[in-house]
C-alpha cells in the first residue's frame, strides 16, 4: 500500500514539476522579447502565446493596429491574448503593449512599432577598402641587441600588449609609423611618455628607448602598422544621404584579429584581378587591383562588429535596381531560394543560392543565418564563396534580406550571412527616410 501511494505522489511531484518547467519556458519566452517590436505598415504578424496572458495596450493614436480584431484606443484596450495573438497593423505609430500573467500580474512592457520600410540600393560592387587607424597599432613584440651587446625589450617592459594602439608621445599625435620612428629618434635616449588605446581604455605608459646595434637607431621592440588595405563588396547605399554599407563585419588585423579602430578610410573602384577558387579547408579569394587618386567612391567613418559605414563621395548605379527596394525586417526572411549579387568579372551578377538556417535573433548579433551556393556558374568560377565576396546582398522576393560576410572553411559553398536589417540599423538610417541629407562632390 504505501508502496502504491509513494508512486502516486511521485508521479504528482513529477507532473508539477514537468508543469512548472513549461509555465516558466513560456514565461521566460514572453520576458525574452525585445522591448520594441518592428511590424511594417499594413503586415499581419502572429505571436504564439500558450499561457492565459491578459494584456493591457494603449495606442499614441486611434487606429494605429488590432489585437486579435480588437482595435487599440488612446485609452487603453484590455484583451485575453488568445493563442495566437494576431497583430494587425493600419497605420504608422507606437503602441504599448503590456502582458500580464493570467490577467493580473505584469511580466512585460513591450513597443510596437507600426513602419514604413526602410528602402536602400542593394551594391554587389567589388570594393577596395583602405583604412588607416587610430595611430599605430603594435602586432607583434621582439627583443634586439643594443649598443652596449646586452638584449633590451622596453615596450614589454612597460607592459604595452599586443593589439594596443599607440596614439601619441609626450603629447604628440601619431600620424603613421614614421613618424613613430621620428619621435623616438628625437628623445635621444630619454624617458617618453607613450599614451596607449587599449579596448575602451587610455592608458599611459613610461618608456626608455634604447639605441640598436643593427642600424644606430632608438626603439622600444615594438612592430606597429598604420593602414590596412583589401577587397571587398559594397553591400548597400541610401541614395538619398549617401550613406553606405559594405562587408557585413568588422576590418581586424591580420596579425591580431582585433579589430581595427578608425582615424580615417576610403572606399575605391576595384578591378578583378584574379580568383583562386575555394576547396575544402582552403577558403578561395577574389584579388582586385584598385588606384587611389581616380577611383574614389567614398569615406569610411566607423568600422564595426557589423561592417563598415560611411558617406559615398559619388553617384553610382545597380544596374539591375535602378531604385531603392525594402529591406526585410528579420521575420520576414525565410528558408528557401534567393540570390546574392556579387562580382567576380566585369560587372555584378546575380547568382542563386539557398537560405538553409535563419537564427532566431531579437537584437544584434553576426551569423544571423546559413546559406548555400547553388548557383552552377558561380561555383565553377569561384568553388562558392570566397574572400573578397563579404557583403554581397542577398535578395529575396524582391526584399534586401542579408550580407554574405564568412565562408564556411569546410565547405566553401556554405556560409554565414546577417539580416540586412542589422546593417542597416548599424548604418543609421531609418524608415521613412528621416535622414539628413549629405551634398556629395567628386
Request: hydrophobic residues 45%; proline residues 5%; positive net charge.
Given at each position: 500500500m504505501w508502496d502504491r501511494h509513494k508512486v502516486a505522489l511521485m508521479a504528482v511531484i513529477l507532473v508539477i514539476t514537468i508543469a512548472s518547467a513549461a509555465v516558466l519556458y513560456e514565461i521566460n519566452k514572453v520576458v525574452s522579447m525585445p522591448g520594441e517590436y518592428m511590424v511594417v505598415e499594413g503586415e499581419e504578424r502572429k505571436l504564439n502565446l500558450n499561457l492565459p496572458f491578459g494584456i493591457l495596450a494603449t495606442s499614441e493614436s486611434e487606429g494605429i493596429l488590432?489585437?486579435?480584431?480588437?482595435?487599440?484606443?488612446?485609452?487603453?484596450?484590455?484583451?485575453?491574448?488568445?493563442?495566437?495573438?494576431?497583430?494587425?497593423?493600419?497605420?504608422?505609430?507606437?503602441?504599448?503593449?503590456?502582458?500580464?500573467?493570467?490577467?493580473?500580474?505584469?511580466?512585460?512592457?513591450?513597443?510596437?512599432?507600426?513602419?514604413?520600410?526602410?528602402?536602400?540600393?542593394p551594391g554587389g560592387h567589388s570594393i577596395g577598402v583602405k583604412l588607416y587607424t587610430q595611430g599605430v597599432l603594435v602586432v607583434a613584440l621582439a627583443d634586439f641587441t643594443a649598443i652596449d651587446g646586452k638584449t633590451y625589450n622596453p615596450a614589454t617592459e612597460a607592459g604595452i600588449m599586443i593589439g594596443d594602439s599607440i596614439i601619441g608621445i609626450n603629447n604628440t599625435k601619431i600620424r603613421d609609423s614614421d613618424h613613430v620612428i621620428q619621435l623616438l629618434g628625437g628623445c635621444k635616449g630619454q624617458e617618453i611618455k607613450m599614451e596607449i588605446k587599449r579596448g575602451r581604455q587610455t592608458l599611459i605608459k613610461s618608456i626608455k628607448p634604447v639605441k640598436s646595434q643593427e642600424d644606430g637607431k632608438y626603439r622600444i621592440g615594438a612592430w606597429v602598422r598604420d593602414k590596412t588595405a583589401g577587397v571587398g563588396t559594397l553591400s548597400f547605399y541610401y541614395p538619398e544621404t549617401g550613406v553606405f554599407g559594405a562587408l557585413g563585419h568588422a576590418i581586424t588585423d591580420v596579425d591580431t584579429g582585433l579589430m581595427l579602430s578608425v582615424e580615417e578610410g576610403e572606399i575605391l573602384e576595384s578591378r578583378i584581378a584574379s580568383i583562386q577558387k575555394g576547396e575544402r579547408s582552403r577558403p578561395g579569394e577574389i584579388r582586385g587591383i584598385f588606384f587611389e587618386e581616380q577611383n574614389k567612391l567614398g569615406n569610411i567613418e566607423r568600422n564595426t562588429e557589423f561592417g563598415i559605414y560611411g558617406i559615398l563621395s559619388k553617384d553610382i548605379e545597380n544596374e539591375y535596381y535602378r531604385e531603392p527596394i525594402p529591406v526585410a525586417l528579420r521575420h520576414q526572411v525565410k528558408e528557401g531560394p534567393a540570390y546574392i549579387l556579387t562580382t567576380i568579372d566585369k560587372r555584378i551578377e546575380k547568382y542563386t543560392i539557398e537560405v538553409q538556417k535563419i537564427a532566431n535573433q531579437y537584437y544584434p548579433e553576426p551569423k544571423s543565418m546559413v546559406v548555400k551556393v547553388v548557383d552552377e556558374r558561380l561555383l565553377e568560377a569561384t568553388g562558392g564563396i570566397v574572400q573578397g565576396m563579404s557583403g554581397s546582398p542577398i535578395i529575396q522576393d524582391g526584399r534586401l534580406v542579408g550580407i554574405v560576410t564568412h565562408v564556411f572553411v569546410n565547405d566553401p559553398t556554405r556560409g554565414y550571412a546577417i539580416f540586412a536589417e542589422w546593417m542597416v540599423q548599424s548604418a543609421q538610417i531609418e524608415s521613412g527616410g528621416d535622414t539628413t541629407k549629405v551634398d556629395k562632390t567628386e
Open positions: 488590432l489585437l486579435n480584431g480588437m482595435e487599440v484606443t488612446t485609452r487603453g484596450t484590455s484583451i485575453s491574448s488568445g493563442n495566437p495573438l494576431l497583430i494587425q497593423t493600419t497605420a504608422i505609430g507606437n503602441t504599448t503593449i503590456e502582458f500580464r500573467l493570467f490577467g493580473l500580474i505584469p511580466i512585460k512592457r513591450m513597443t510596437v512599432s507600426v513602419i514604413s520600410p526602410v528602402k536602400v540600393v
